[in-house]
Nanobody, 123 residues
């Protein structure tokens, strides 16, 4: 049984930092593309960024220079370091795993999802 469990969310002031983790089990973590998505209240879930099994990372423009995605294949864990947080970053953040070669921004290309962790940025 595949499980993805996010942690590290919370309330932070604008300009602050948080580090999210996503612990994976039940899959060969090192062979999966891992993505971070987020969903703000009243909005659709959106892609934030992702990392390939080789460590190649991709970010959407709105988080470039502020967010860093990394993975530790030995620990089966994905990370999202978020710096210089803004109120518009407030959302539930989800990690996802998929055998994705193309279309990394598309939700339906991911096979497994975590339950999400809330990030709230106050102004």
């Amino acid at each position: 049984q595949v499980q993805l469990v996010e942690s590290g969310g919370g309330l932070v002031q604008a300009g602050g930092s948080l580090r999210l983790s996503c612990a994976a089990s039940g899959l060969t973590f090192s062979t999966y593309y891992m993505g971070w998505f987020r969903q703000a209240p009243g909005k659709e879930r959106e892609f934030v960024g992702g990392i390939s099994w080789t460590g190649t990372v991709y970010y959407v423009d709105s988080v470039k220079g502020r967010f860093t995605i990394s993975r530790d294949n030995a620990k089966n864990t994905l990370y999202l370091q978020m710096n210089y947080l803004k109120p518009e970053d407030t959302a539930v953040y989800y990690c996802a795993a998929g055998k994705v070669a193309f279309g990394i921004t598309r939700m339906n290309n991911y096979n497994y999802w975590g339950q999400g962790t809330q990030v709230t940025v106050s102004s």
